[in-house]
Nanobody, 127 residues
Framework: QVQLVESGGGLVQPGGSLRLSCAAS???????????FGWFRQAPGKEREQISC????????SYSESVKGRFTISRDNAKKTVYLQMNSLEPEDTAVYYC?????????????????WGQGTQVTVAS
């Protein structure tokens, strides 16, 4: 069992930046680099959107068109933490952001199958 805790959300003005963190832990020893990670978001009244993923084997990344060029996913295996750097934020980026992890992945390098989820962190972009 792996626990994921997101942090770093908050209120930011349009054009601003935030960095989200996803800290992973477990009661048993595990290696972060065995897991595929993804960031997802869900805005009120909308379906959950897959926005960025990082592959376990070689750190290849993928991004949705809505965030490509503005967001960057990265991982620090020693700290057991995955990050999402978000730049040039827009009001449309307002959502609850979730971190997910799995030993398995889909065709988009994203977690698939048996997946662990964090509790989410709110990001609000408004002036």
């Amino acid at each position: 069992q792996v626990q994921l805790v997101e942090s770093g959300g908050g209120l930011v003005q349009p054009g601003g930046s935030l960095r989200l963190s996803c800290a992973a832990s477990s009661s048993s020893a595990f290696a972060l680099d065995n897991f595929n990670f993804g960031w997802f978001r869900q805005a009120p009244g909308k379906e959950r959107e897959q926005i960025s993923c990082i592959y376990s084997t070689d750190d290849r990344t993928s991004y949705s068109e809505s965030v490509k060029g503005r967001f960057t996913i990265s991982r620090d295996n020693a700290k057991k933490t995955v990050y999402l750097q978000m730049n040039s934020l827009e009001p449309e980026d307002t959502a609850v952001y979730y971190c997910a992890a799995s030993l398995y992945s889909d065709g988009n390098l994203c977690p698939a199958g048996s997946t662990y989820w964090g509790q989410g962190t709110q990001v609000t972009v408004a002036s």
